[in-house]
T-cell receptor
Framework: GENVEQHPSTLSVQEGDSAVIKCTYS??????FPWYKQELGKGPQLIID?????GEKKDQRIAVTLNKTAKHFSLHITETQPEDSAVYFC???????????FGTGTSLTVIP | NAGVTQTPKFQVLKTGQSMTLQCAQD?????MSWYRQDPGMGLRLIHY???????DQGEVPNGYNVSRSTTEDFPLRLLSAAPSQTSVYFC?????????????FGQGTRLTVV
């Protein structure tokens, strides 16, 4: 089955700096790669996603890149703000029924 | 629009007890799934369903049963709770399409087995 690895597990940045979280996956059949943000006591919420036919996607301060050959994808957050502090999960999904395989999460702290 | 609703939010069980975690969605999504979240391990898929009457096992199905009699509901049953099932449980739903689509998560159920 799919195996998703995520690094780093914790990340602290100064407000206004950029944050980068990296994930790798193992199953070449995976073709959908969402990123979720989880705030304390809440369920994960989608912040951005990318499909395997796209190399990069951007939404305001958030961007995701995908390298299919190397089987890795990354989340980039620019101009970080304190409200960006949360746990971020990457996931990979093969096109076989919307099953998601999650990374182990990155706890991001933005220091004011 | 309520989205995905999970009940209860918190539960304490004694070893060997049984219980059902409820999950309901009002978005008419075909796909529903259950995950457990443990520290340092992310979310792991327990069971999933691609439509009413159809269920299948995920990564960690042992000790859990599911059924899908309606599109809206996808309950998760613990037949004989064990301390290893202490975790936060999330239900998710998503729509069926030609390609994968966003999964919407409930707020979670924090289960403690003593």
């Amino acid at each position: 089955g799919e195996n998703v690895e995520q690094h780093p597990s914790t990340l602290s940045v100064q407000e206004g700096d950029s944050a980068v979280i990296k994930c790798t996956y193992s199953d070449s059949a995976s073709n959908y790669f969402p990123w979720y943000k989880q705030e304390l006591g809440k369920g994960p919420q989608l912040i951005i996603d990318i499909r395997s036919n796209v190399g990069e996607k951007k939404d305001q301060r958030i961007a995701v890149t995908l390298n299919k050959t190397a089987k890795h994808f990354s989340l980039h957050i620019t101009e970080t703000q304190p409200e960006d502090s949360a746990v971020y999960f990457c996931a990979a999904s093969p096109n076989t029924g919307n099953q998601f395989y999650f990374g182990t999460g990155t706890s991001l702290t933005v220091i004011p | 629009n309520a989205g995905v609703t999970q009940t209860p939010k918190f539960q304490v069980l004694k070893t060997g007890q049984s219980m059902t975690l409820q999950c309901a969605q009002d978005m008419n999504h075909e796909y529903m799934s259950w995950y457990r979240q443990d520290p340092g391990m992310g979310l792991r898929l327990i069971h999933y369903s691609v439509g009413a009457g159809i269920t299948d096992q995920g990564e960690v199905p042992n000790g859990y049963n599911v059924s899908r009699s309606t599109t809206e509901d996808f309950p998760l049953r613990l037949l004989s709770a064990a301390p290893s099932q202490t975790s936060v449980y999330f239900c998710a739903s998503s729509s069926q399409g030609a390609v994968n689509t966003e999964a919407f998560f409930g707020q979670g159920t924090r289960l403690t087995v003593v």
